[in-house]
């Protein structure tokens, strides 16, 4: 199972940086050229052309990002979900707390736990009545404590857990070799707590209770 999320990642992002490298980058010459383009006075031909050079670029930027997380290793986790979290703003509440001593991930790992952070907001946002949503992060010398919960209706696991949001989060959960738990009561809002280990062994399942 690891290695298929692994392999789907790898091609995932090829694709991801050839649209965003190379579509992303002809499309913005293609957009510097026309800008200085003399049209002769047919400002209203230029706009339109513009326009719809402009809405080329971000399909071509959403599309890249939405397949993998490009820029994350070179920006850093933390400002990529801070972005993410900016993008959102208009939508839901998001607040993030990152606790002093957090180290660099493995890019995979770091990968997963983007995608998790996202697939959950995403689910809140189209499915919960959640005004406010909250992430902590902290690391601890054996593992990794992630926290997201929100202040929506909440959940019955047993009806959604056959969901893709909820499978989708457990399959990228299960490849960090991470131990994870619920945490829903109906018209309270819905936790997950996710412990990822630091080594090759698992953290204990105790210490998530």
């Known amino acids: 199972m690891l290695e298929n999320i692994k392999a789907q990642e790898e091609e995932r992002k090829r694709i991801a940086v050839m649209i965003h490298d190379d579509i992303g980058n002809r499309l913005n010459i293609l957009s510097l050229w026309l800008n200085n383009l003399d049209t002769k006075g047919d400002e209203v031909i230029k706009k339109n052309i513009y326009n719809q050079m402009s809405s080329l670029i971000d399909a071509a930027r959403s599309i890249s990002h939405s397949l993998y997380p490009v820029n994350l290793e070179s920006v850093g986790f933390v400002l990529y979900v801070e972005e993410l979290i900016a993008n959102l703003s208009h939508k839901i509440n998001i607040s993030m707390q990152v606790m002093p001593g957090f180290e660099k991930k493995d890019i995979f790992v770091e990968v997963q736990l983007y995608r998790i952070i996202q697939e959950f907001t995403t689910n ?3 499915h919960s009545t959640a005004t406010d949503l909250w992430i902590y992060i902290k690391d601890y010398p054996q593992h990794m404590a992630v926290i997201i919960s929100d202040n929506g209706q909440g959940f019955d696991y047993d009806l959604v857990k056959k969901g893709m949001g909820i499978k989708n989060i457990e399959s990228r959960i299960k490849s960090m070799n991470a131990t994870h738990k619920w945490k829903s009561v109906l018209n309270k ?7 990822i280990p630091g080594n090759n062994e ?3 399942q105790n210490s998530i209770n």
Do not use: A, D, E
């Not at 809002?189 to 412990?195: D, N, P, Q, V, W």
């Open 124 to 126: 809140v946002i189209k």
């Open 189 to 195: 809002g819905s936790r997950l707590i996710i412990l």
């Open 202 to 204: 698992p953290p204990n």
